[in-house]
């Protein structure tokens, strides 16, 4: 080995020393934690931060708005780091308040569903088996009782009119059927309310057969008359 290249080495030496002392030197532009909500790396010229999730900003200082883009379709945005949570409107429920509280009034019945003897009293009905899947409270309201005979027809009575109870809870409807027919069939329609706000509509039938033997019926003709009419 030369005596010159030994210099040169050492020359070299001797300079990547005082770089690694100068660059040692320099204060880390991360010491002082710029990254409110991030991790910082030094840079050549300085720092960068990279944020954690749900926030921004060159120090990460700003928390992005998760409610910008409204995501909550019945209900009030609530932004949190990272999420929304929704806050939903009366009847609406799921993630977004996309999901319509609705009550299943198709398996509703009629209590009692079969009046005997026809003697011609008016008498209270229920209905029954209305259900909210989210345990609210369900209350029920009776809008129009309709029959598939006619109200004062031959052979029934004389009686009007044949039903009463439209605006409240219970349905009123009359114990009696044409003697000389297959028996009456009463519609009762009713809506239904829950105290978290769903709704729904329905109908239930109440019969009066026209004898209690194997082919007394009741044989439903339809909704055809008004019940409520005098
Ligand atoms: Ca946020
Ligand atoms: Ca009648
Ligand atoms: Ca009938």
């Known amino acids: 080995m030369s005596c010159r290249t030994t210099a040169s080495r050492l020359l070299l030496f001797a300079l990547f020393l005082l770089l690694a002392t100068a660059a040692q030197a320099q204060p880390s532009a991360c010491a002082s934690e710029p990254c409110v909500n991030g991790d910082c790396t030094d840079t050549v010229n300085g720092f960068s931060c990279a944020c954690y999730p749900g926030w921004t900003g060159i120090t990460c200082e700003t928390d992005i708005d998760e409610c910008e883009s409204n995501p909550c379709v019945h209900g009030v945005c ?5 999420k929304y949570v929704c806050d ?4 609406w429920t799921g993630i977004n308040c996309d999901h319509d509280i609705k009550l299943n009034c198709s398996d509703a019945v009629a209590n009692p569903g079969l009046l005997w003897p026809p003697d011609h009293k008016l008498v209270p009905v229920s209905v029954l088996d209305v259900t909210d899947p989210n345990g609210g409270t369900v209350t029920i309201t009776v809008t129009g009782v309709s029959q598939d005979e006619p109200v004062n027809g031959l052979g029934d009575g004389d009686t009007s009119p044949d039903a009463t109870g439209v605006g409240t809870t219970n349905a009123a409807v009359r114990a009696e059927r044409a003697g000389n027919s297959d028996g009456r069939v009463y519609h009762i329609s009713f ?3 829950s105290s978290n706000g769903g709704s729904c509509t329905g109908t239930v039938t109440v019969g009066v057969p026209k004898s209690q033997g194997p082919n007394g019926g009741p044989v439903d003709g339809g909704a055809l008359h ?3 009419q005098p």
Do not use: E, K, R, Y
């Open 78 to 82: 609530l932004d949190a780091v990272n």
């Open 88 to 91: 939903c409107d009366p009847g």
């Open 191 to 193: 809506s239904a309310t």
């Open 226 to 228: 008004d019940s409520t």
